[in-house]
């Protein structure tokens, strides 16, 4: 007879048995059989590399060593301490990594001193109409300087003349004269970290040939990068057309032909991950080579008595994924791919169930202890985030029709758009909309036709010169297909957003958001996840308030660009040097820095005057930003739509701008013709002087003595002798000294004697070479100053490094 209890009951007999078996459940698939190389461990080790490169400063090498090894003692103890074990290693491990990289660099002692040295071009030399860039390894050998042997160094070559340079080959061995100096980069908002890239790349010092005429080549070009400028070479003969370096730059990686343009539209158009070498590139051949080897063993079935076809298959797949990526010199995306390659082969042949997780948790671990430093790039995090967000999101389940096939392709365009546009923002600046439509066209076409064309015609002329022209023929054919209309998608208006930079929270909260949209349906509160995602998309500009002013003196090197805003309005005071195929402050300095600070109309621009180092970069600025008035001197090399004059004046915001000089029918002289203009506000006021010379100066002090007078003063002409005479700081009573300058400039601004004369008049001097982007408020709050370096402090920072503190003087006052 069945007897009923009460539910109470039956809840106090069997919740310690559930309970326990959860428990147990919980712990044995947790925590205590965590395998070393699964997604757990993976992310620990992440972590713990992020959090050292996180760091301000390195800690000792010795704390790095006892961390590593703590953290090895503890995985391999394993239980529950095996995640701390990972993030301790990983932590070490990265840490003595970034230590021997940054003491692998250049002494300063060595800097600038010539020196001789023997090795081998690594990679593809870049041709420019007057200059040629490559990478040197030098020779690891006791006839090199002892602080350069077996290092890696990335070296200009001069010279008017292309022809003279067209000897300097992928893969041959010069002796060369060499200019050389530690890496160190500009640091403004939005642009690219120098000094970062220098230090994943491990370079050890950057410079230039200083007498083309003495170097002298060793030998002629071999090895994998000899073969890859070859086949360049071939494609560019075999394709006449303009459309060669889209194959080149599919079949090899090189995208050395593509222009500004180029890349402008791959960006706007979302296809820059595919124009490249990709995974996809090493998944082809790895497809190739195992049914090649599967072919072989098909044919002569003796084979199998020596090794199974299916592990023959999956050998070759591995040997043709590392030979792909040996080729493209183990690029992330490519090595990424033939180590998960690599792991599913290996589970079949140990006939383990190997899930598309652990192969990339495994894939993970395997590049972090190759290279922690691998995740300063781009790509690292690029390439494992659009992974992980399809393993997690797309069904895992491949059965079914064309209907089925073509849902999951659209759900796929849809998940990497979501997941992937949180990072794009942080690490790009922008989002493309146009990229899901754009990459619906172009993923299935290049990645099925256009690039197995390209390896095809690649492979055959590797067997015999010429076999591949016609292949590559007809991948430039299909790439003319679909360009047209995938330019027009990137030209349109819309393609693309400059978003300004945010804030250090609206990452993870994007994030977040991202993964909530993507839950399964019926999941509450998606509407309301949308709102995480304002701190990225519509992050705050800083922007000053009714009648303050801001000044943003942005890094351009040796040269002047200043961004001056109100509440409603922008004015850039120059925009850096350039030179012609080289640095173009305009495109690598200003614009970067305009977009990161959210300035989407600039009002007005002046052009102080005509020199290069204050106007080269106009053009490409004005490319981006239209600007209705640009103000310059009558005369000027760089016209302006206005003449600036003194005695002009407008006002914005309840700030007014005023122009001191140059006075009605002063001639053009060059730096003495500067446009000096005065910005007053209620709480204080900046004076901007371009390169005025100590004559205008004194002119000043007779002409308007009062207005010479400031709480902000750029420094004339970058600090040299011939400007800031004692007379002219005494009568500005500045607080705040502001240089332009470049590292290791050859005109050596600014001149120690004069930073001297500022400090020694009581104003805080800051040079842009040792602070970087320098920001100055002028509020109801008073004088604030924010320098780069200072307020987002990396552990690879040249200047720290060298100098210590930022600032030339310090007044505690400001």
């Known amino acids: ?160 003349d292309i022809r003279a340079r067209e000897v300097l080959r992928a893969g041959s061995r010069w002796r060369l004269p060499l200019r050389l100096r530690a890496p160190q980069g500009l640091r403004n908002p939005g642009g690219g970290d120098g000094e970062k890239q220098a230090l994943a790349a491990r370079i050890t010092a950057t410079g230039y040939v200083l007498e083309p005429s003495l170097a002298k080549p060793l030998s002629p070009p071999t090895g994998i990068a000899a073969w890859r400028e070859q086949g360049s070479t071939r494609i560019a003969h075999a394709v006449p057309s303009s459309t060669s370096r889209f194959v080149r730059a599919l079949a090899l990686g090189d995208t050395r032909a593509l222009d500004d343009d180029d890349w402008a539209r791959l960006r706007a158009a979302g296809l820059t991950h595919l124009i490249a070498i990709s995974g996809f590139h ?35 797949a591995v040997f043709g994924a590392f030979a792909y990526a040996a080729m493209t010199g183990f690029s992330l995306p490519t090595l990424r791919t033939a180590v998960m390659i690599a792991v599913l082969v290996l589970a079949r042949c140990l006939r383990r169930h190997q899930r598309m997780p652990d192969s990339l948790a495994l894939a993970c671990v395997a590049l972090l202890l190759l290279d922690p430093l691998a995740v300063l790039s781009a790509g690292f995090w690029l390439s494992f985030a659009g992974v992980a967000w399809l393993l997690w999101c797309l069904p895992t389940d491949a059965k079914g029709g064309i209907g089925v096939m073509l849902r999951g392709f659209l759900g796929a365009q849809a998940v990497a758009t979501l997941g992937l546009l949180p990072l794009s923002v942080v690490l790009f600046g922008q989002a493309s909309f146009a990229g899901p439509f754009a990459n619906l066209l172009a993923v299935p076409w290049w990645s099925l036709v256009v690039i197995p064309l390209a390896l095809l015609g690649l492979l055959l002329d590797s067997l015999h010169a010429g076999w591949g022209d016609v292949l590559w023929q007809l991948a430039a054919w299909c790439f003319d297909l679909l360009w047209p209309l995938l330019r027009t998608i990137a030209d349109s208006p819309l393609a693309m957003a400059w978003l300004p930079e945010p804030r250090w929270f609206a990452l993870p909260l994007a994030l977040l958001s991202a993964f909530w949209l993507m839950l399964p349906r019926g999941m509450p509160g998606k509407p309301l996840a949308l709102l995480l995602w304002l701190p990225l998309l519509w992050p705050s500009r800083d922007l000053p308030r009714q009648g303050e002013v801001q000044l943003e003196v942005i890094d351009v090197g040796q040269g002047l660009s200043v961004l001056v805003r109100t509440a409603h309005h922008s004015l850039l005071y120059d925009m850096g040097p350039a030179t012609k195929d080289g640095y173009d402050a305009g495109e690598r300095a200003v614009l970067p820095s305009l977009h990161a600070l959210g300035v989407h109309v600039l009002d007005a621009a002046v052009v102080s005057h005509g020199d290069n180092d204050h106007a080269g970069g106009w053009p490409a600025v004005s490319r981006a930003f239209p600007v209705p008035i640009m103000l310059a001197p009558e005369g ?14 407008w006002q914005w915001d309840g700030v007014r701008f005023r122009v001191l000089h140059p006075t009605k029918w002063f001639p053009y002289l060059g730096n003495e013709s500067t446009c000096v203009i005065r910005i007053e506000t209620a709480h204080g006021s900046a ?78 001097a800051v040079d842009t070479a040792r602070s970087g982007a320098v920001r100055v408020w002028l509020g109801a709050d008073g004088l604030q100053l924010q320098e780069r370096r200072v307020s987002w402090p990396r552990l690879w920072d040249a200047v720290r490094r060298r100098n210590g503190a930022a600032g030339l003087c310090y007044r505690p006052d400001t």
Request: charged residues 15%; positive net charge; aromatic residues 8%.
């Open 687 to 764: 004076l901007l002087t371009g390169d005025m010379g100590e004559v205008i100066e004194q002119a000043l002090l007779r002409r308007a003595r009062q207005d010479v007078r400031n709480d902000v003063v750029l420094v004339p002409h970058h600090g040299s002798a011939g400007s800031s005479s004692p007379a002219f700081i005494k009568a500005t009573g500045a607080r705040l000294a502001l240089i332009s300058s470049g590292a290791g400039n050859r005109f050596g601004h600014p001149k120690p004697v004069v930073v001297r004369r500022w400090c020694d008049s009581g104003a805080e």
């Open 282 to 316: 090493v998944g082809l051949v790895a497809g190739f080579f195992a049914l090649l080897a599967a072919a072989v063993w098909w044919l002569l079935p003796g084979l199998c008595r020596w090794l199974p076809r299916p592990f023959a298959a999956g050998f070759g």
């Open 1 to 160: 007879m069945a007897i009923a209890l009460p539910a109470s009951t039956l809840a106090s007999r069997h919740l310690p048995s559930l309970v326990s078996r959860l428990r147990g459940w919980v712990i044995s698939r947790n925590a205590l059989t965590m395998p070393v190389f699964g997604p757990g461990c993976a992310m620990a080790l992440l972590a713990g590399c992020m959090g050292c490169l996180l760091m301000p400063t390195l800690l000792p090498w010795p704390v790095s060593t006892c961390l590593l090894l703590i953290g090895v003692w503890l995985t391999w103890r394993g239980g529950r301490l095996r995640l701390l074990g990972m993030l301790f290693a990983g932590f070490g491990f990265t840490g003595l990594h970034a230590a021997h990289a940054l003491d692998m660099q250049l002494p300063l002692a060595l800097e600038n001193k010539v020196l001789t040295v023997s090795g081998h071009i690594d990679d593809l030399p870049v041709h420019e109409s007057r200059r040629t860039r490559f990478e040197f390894v030098v020779d690891d050998d006791e006839a090199q300087p002892s602080a350069l042997r077996g290092t890696r160094l990335r070296v200009g070559w001069f010279d008017d």
């Open 636 to 649: 000027s090399p760089t016209p302006g739509t206005a003449n600036c004059q003194a005695g002009q004046s």
